[in-house]
Each structure stands twice: as C-alpha cells, then as structure tokens.
Nanobody
Framework: QVQLEESGGGLVQAGGSLRLSCAASGRTFSNYAMGWFRQAPGKQRELVAAITSGDSTNYADSVKGRFTISRDNAKNTVNLQMNSLKPEDTGVYSC????????????WGQGTQVTVSS
C-alpha cells in the first residue's frame, strides 16, 4: 500500500511560484497514477493536475500553462510546479494515488495549504 506526504505549501504573492512535493512510500509507486487536488474554502475539491504511470499528463483549464506536474519514480516523488500564481489558486492541495485496477483516487495525503495574496 502506498502512503503519501505532501510538502512545500505556504504563502506567496500573486505572480509568484511554489513547488509542491509528494513523497510516496511503497515499492510499487511507479504503477500508480498520481494527481494533485485542491479545495478552496466553500468549494468542492477539484483535480488540478494528473500524471499516469506512463507520464501522460492532464490539467484543469484554470491552471494550463502555469502548473506542471512531474514524477520521479526513482525517488518516489511527484511534484507540482506552480507559476504565475493567482489569489484564486488558494486552497488546500492534496496529493492522491490511484492503482491501475481502481477507477478513482483512493489513497490521499494529508494536504498542504497554499495561500496566494493579492
């Protein structure tokens, strides 16, 4: 079973950058699809970026061109580089994993707060 722990959140001014990291434990990390979700106050959690075991990526329209998801299977990490941050990017960002036999994300980290000030 994979376990996840996020790091790298914080407070940044609009236009700035942050890099989130998700460290995974478990020998089969490379088999899992990984995603970054965020939840803003009063809003539903949304998928921001995802990467498959084959390194295919997809992004929410709101972050395309600004965020980049990547994974390093040798280090068991998945990263989210966030550039040109906007106040509406504020929220709790969570890393999630999905086994290839499962249709939904079922392993979650505890989340990390990202706050973008205007």
């Amino acid at each position: 079973q994979v376990q996840l722990e996020e790091s790298g959140g914080g407070l940044v001014q609009a236009g700035g950058s942050l890099r989130l990291s998700c460290a995974a434990s478990g020998r089969t990390f490379s088999n899992y699809a990984m995603g970054w979700f965020r939840q803003a106050p009063g809003k539903q959690r949304e998928l921001v970026a995802a990467i498959t075991s084959g390194d295919s990526t997809n992004y929410a329209d709101s972050v395309k061109g600004r965020f980049t998801i990547s994974r390093d299977n040798a280090k068991n990490t998945v990263n989210l580089q966030m550039n040109s941050l906007k106040p509406e990017d504020t929220g709790v960002y969570s890393c999630a994993a999905k086994h290839p036999w499962v249709t939904t994300y079922h392993i979650w980290g505890q989340g990390t707060q990202v706050t973008v000030s205007s």
